[in-house]
């Protein structure tokens, strides 16, 4: 893993200590990753990361928004951005996640779910911060869902409630990452991303662009 700092001016150096931290923790949990840890991997002294970050629980809330600003532009924004037809849309959210979990898999042997679940709930109890920040994104995160929902039912002239359609693609999202973390099988995500579809009258459409055999 290269997390390496480069130390200039401005917000660079704590930017990059989030992103090498937010590697670590979706590895190895907030408790399996220590200060001296961090700093051997971004290769910097330890006085640099209290520079940044009053304590470790200080550096984990910003793994936690890190995550979640990647989550929300890369994934669902990106998707809205590149994809005007909903289904479309819904594939790569989908198709999005496979690829994450199936990389993950070929550098670790392993898949380690959602990130932002993850810190939530190792943290929640003793942190209620992070896990007030993980429902905040999540409910943003819903309302990308449910808007494509939305579209999807009046493009095909459905009465569906884009709510609770919304909610429950939120929900085989989370479950989703939980079942291929379990199961150490990416492909799980695959097997959601095609229930979604079937969800918002799209059946037929592939999540990958040649679905493995």
Known sequence: MNCSVPLTRG???????VVCEASLYWARSFHGVSVD?????????KATVYRYFKDKRDLALAVERYNGILTRDMIFATSFAEYPEPQDRLAAIFRYAYRTHHQKFAENGDVFGCPIVGLSLEL??????IREEAARLFDELEGFFTENAR????????????????RTLAQLMHG?????????????VLDAGRAA??????PD???LLEEPA
């Open 11 to 17: 917000d660079r150096p704590r930017a990059s200590l």
């Open 205 to 207: 459409t592939p999540i």
């Open 151 to 166: 579209q999807a039912a009046e493009g095909a002239g459905s009465r569906v409630n884009p709510s609770l359609t919304g």
């Open 124 to 129: 929640g109890q003793e942190m209620p911060e």
């Open 197 to 202: 579809m079937t969800l918002i009258g799209f």
């Open 37 to 45: 840890l961090v700093a051997d991997t971004a290769k910097i002294n």
């Open 176 to 188: 989703a990452n939980a079942s291929s973390s379990l199961a150490a099988d990416a492909s799980q």
